[in-house]
C-alpha cells in the first residue's frame, strides 16, 4: 500500500511538473529568455565540439605557445587541442548559470507567482545551496571508479541513480533559497522522511530522462542528418531536460513544505 501511495504521489509531481513544463512554451520563453539563452548557447557549442571530435578527428585545431630559450633559439612548450581547452569548459560554465538562474527564476514563478530574479543576494544564496549538491553529486559518481578502478555501465547507472536520490532528498533547500525561506539540508532530509518512497521514484524518473535524452541525442550523430538539424535537436533536448529536472523539484517543495501552493 505504501508503494503505490508513493507511486501515485510521485505520479502526480510527474505530471504537474511536466504539464508546467509543456504549457505556454511562449510565455516560459519570454519570462526565462535569458537563462535559456544560456543554456541553449552550451548546448550548441558542446555539440560543435562533439561534431568536430566525430568528423574532423584528424585534423584537430591547435594552438602554440613559442618562448625563446637562452641563446634566442624558439621552442614550442605546449601544444594543445583549442576545442578540447575551450569548448567543454565554456559550455559546462554557461550551463550551470542558465541552469543556475532559470531554477531561481522558475522556483520563484511557481512558488510565488514572482516574475524576478529576487537580487543578486538571493542568486547567490541559490548558488550556495546548489554548488554542494553539485559537487556530491559528481563526488557519487566518481566514486566507483575511484574505489575499484574501472567500472561497467551498469554500475555507473546505480550510482547516479543513488546520487539523484539523496539529491532529492536535499533539494527542498534550493527553492527555500530562491524565495527566501532558509531551508537547510537537514530540514530538507527530516521534510522528506515520509516522500523517500517518492524521492526514490523521482530520482529513478530523472534517471530515465536522461537516459532518453541521451539515447535520442546519440541518435542525431548517426542517422546522417545536416549539421543545423542535429544542433536544434540537440539544443531542445537539453532545454526540456533542464526545464523538467526544475520543475520536479519545484513540485516536490511544492508538495512537502507547501502543500497548499
Not at 542517422?223 to 523539484?249: K, T
Amino acid at each position: 500500500a505504501a508503494i503505490m501511495t508513493a507511486l501515485e504521489t510521485a505520479t502526480k509531481i510527474v505530471s504537474r511538473s511536466v504539464s508546467t513544463t509543456i504549457a505556454r512554451p511562449l510565455v516560459t520563453f519570454k519570462e526565462m529568455f535569458f537563462p535559456l539563452l544560456l543554456v541553449c548557447l552550451a548546448s550548441i557549442l558542446l555539440t560543435y565540439y562533439d561534431l568536430e571530435r566525430v568528423f574532423s578527428p584528424s585534423e584537430p585545431q591547435v594552438f602554440q605557445i613559442i618562448t625563446e630559450e637562452e641563446g634566442g633559439q624558439q621552442i614550442d612548450v605546449r601544444r594543445r587541442d583549442f576545442l578540447v581547452a575551450v569548448l567543454p569548459m565554456a559550455s559546462l560554465i554557461l550551463a550551470a548559470l542558465g541552469t543556475v538562474l532559470l531554477a531561481v527564476l522558475w522556483h520563484r514563478r511557481e512558488i510565488l507567482r514572482s516574475r524576478t530574479f529576487g537580487g543578486a543576494r538571493t542568486v547567490f544564496a541559490f548558488i550556495l545551496r546548489a554548488f554542494p549538491i553539485g559537487l556530491a553529486v559528481a563526488m557519487a559518481l566518481a566514486l566507483p571508479s575511484l574505489v575499484v578502478g574501472h567500472v561497467g555501465e551498469f554500475w555507473n547507472i546505480a550510482s547516479f541513480a543513488v546520487a539523484l536520490y539523496l539529491m532529492f532528498r536535499v533539494s527542498l533547500s534550493l527553492p527555500g533559497a530562491a524565495i527566501g525561506n532558509g531551508v537547510s539540508y537537514a530540514y530538507s532530509w527530516r521534510a522528506t522522511r515520509s516522500f523517500a518512497l517518492v524521492c526514490a521514484f523521482l530520482a529513478a524518473f530523472q534517471l530515465g530522462l536522461v537516459l532518453l535524452t541521451t539515447a535520442l541525442d546519440a541518435v542525431l550523430f548517426q542517422v546522417g542528418i545536416p549539421w543545423a538539424v542535429i544542433v536544434v535537436g540537440s539544443m531542445l533536448l537539453s532545454v526540456v531536460q533542464v526545464l523538467i529536472s526544475v520543475a520536479l523539484i519545484t513540485q516536490l517543495y511544492m508538495s512537502t513544505i507547501d502543500p497548499d501552493g
